[in-house]
């Protein structure tokens, strides 16, 4: 019987050793983190009952993207990180203008900062590989940005004109989802998160500004510019993020200065 005893209570000091470690590395992972995140967005114009402006090919585009983010943990699978971001929209377009047969480069470019809000649902697999699903909302506003025209023969004309309230709406509003992967690593003290993601990103307000609407301005190029129906920006972004937790690294170097001037002691 004192032999079970010894025995239960080795396992207790054993269990309560293993279990006061695992909650020294818990923290890490509930802790406030703030960074920074970078990459490219592809833009494209989605437009809406008008099958003509459906059927004109869209060419790629890569554009910068970046901003600052702050990751808070709301459970042990939920996070919110919001974010302040930069990001291009447009479209660029290669087309035969019909029926004279000219050929046709056009092209919107914008320079926009949202604000952004998104939950991430995060599987907890492995400290350096935790991928996870996001759902978010954004809101920013056009800074400004540039459309360019240029045209061939019969009719030769090369333009480029400042987007501004005539041409384009200035807010812009919309949702998006994603994937990604989460990594905490180490280097020497500090605890680093990394961030990779790849969102799909549709703006939910029409982007034709109410000038055009009402006929106050003249569409420079009728057929990638239609005045009726929608207009709506899309783009597929993807970034990588790198963030210092806030709470967890004071602590660590509290620790660690405590363990210094008890080994001086010694």
Not at 154 to 170: G, I, K
């Amino acid at each position: 019987m004192r032999k079970i005893i010894l025995i239960i209570g080795a396992l207790l000091v054993f269990q309560t050793g293993l279990f006061a470690q695992m909650d020294y590395k818990k923290p890490s992972k509930k802790t406030f983190a703030i960074g920074i995140k970078g990459g490219v967005n592809l833009p494209r114009m989605l437009y809406y009952q008008n099958p003509a402006l459906m059927k004109l090919k869209q060419g790629f585009v890569f554009t910068p993207t970046g901003g600052l983010y702050v990751d808070i943990p709301l459970a042990d699978m939920l996070y919110l990180a919001p974010e302040v971001v930069y990001v291009q929209r447009g479209t660029k377009m290669n087309y035969v203008h019909q029926p004279s047969g000219a050929e046709v480069n056009y092209s919107i470019k914008t320079h926009n900062v949202d604000l952004r809000i998104p939950l991430e649902v995060v599987w907890n697999l492995n400290p350096s590989f935790q991928p996870y699903l996001t759902l978010g909302a954004e809101a920013g506003i056009c800074l400004a940005g540039e459309i360019h025209i240029d045209r061939s023969d019969p009719v030769t004309f090369d333009q480029t004109l400042a987007v501004d309230s005539a041409n384009m709406r200035l807010i812009h509003a919309g949702a998006y989802a994603g994937v990604g992967v989460r990594s905490k690593i180490s280097i020497g003290y500090q605890d680093i998160l990394l961030k990779f993601s790849a969102t799909f990103h549709q703006g939910l307000l029409d982007s034709y500004s109410n000038y055009e609407k009402e006929g106050a301005a003249q569409a420079v190029n009728v057929n990638a510019y239609q005045i009726t129906g929608y207009r709506l920006p899309e783009g597929l972004e993807v970034s990588i993020g790198i963030a210092i937790p806030l709470k967890h690294q004071l602590k660590d170097a509290c620790a660690t200065f405590a363990n210094d001037r008890n080994y001086r002691k010694k």
